[in-house]
């Protein structure tokens, strides 16, 4: 069974920055769309970017410019580089691993807290 665990959550001050990771238990990482998500307390969970296995990758508007996902398919890991980080960034951050419907795993979150 596939698992997946994120690290890298703290707490920071605006304009600062924060690396999370995302490593998974799989031997054909190379073909999983890997996504980031965050859920701010009394707020839906929304994706805040995405890498294919071609590692394309989308971002949502609030954070495109400022963050920045990448992938390491010798490391299983997913990366999601945020810079520049703002109060409303503060949320718990989710991973998803994703491929075709037979892959479609959540960790267990991080938490982000942007304050001053």
């Known amino acids: 069974q596939v698992q997946v665990v994120e690290s890298g959550g703290g707490s920071v001050r605006p304009g600062g920055s924060l690396r999370l990771s995302c490593i998974t238990s799989?031997?054909?990482?190379?073909?999983?769309?890997m996504s980031w998500y965050r859920q701010a307390p009394g707020k839906q969970r929304e994706l805040v970017a995405r890498?294919?296995?071609?590692?394309?990758?989308k971002y949502a508007d609030s954070v495109a410019g400022r963050f920045t996902i990448s992938r390491d398919n010798a490391k299983n890991t997913a990366y999601l580089q945020m810079d520049s980080l703002k109060p409303e960034d503060t949320a718990v951050y989710f991973c998803?691993?994703?491929?075709?419907?037979?892959?479609?795993?959540w960790g267990q979150g991080t938490q982000v807290t942007v304050s001053s």
């Open positions: 890498i294919s296995g071609d590692s394309s990758a």
């Open positions: 799989t031997n054909i990482f190379s073909m999983y769309t």
């Open positions: 998803n691993a994703y491929y075709s419907d037979a892959i479609d795993v």
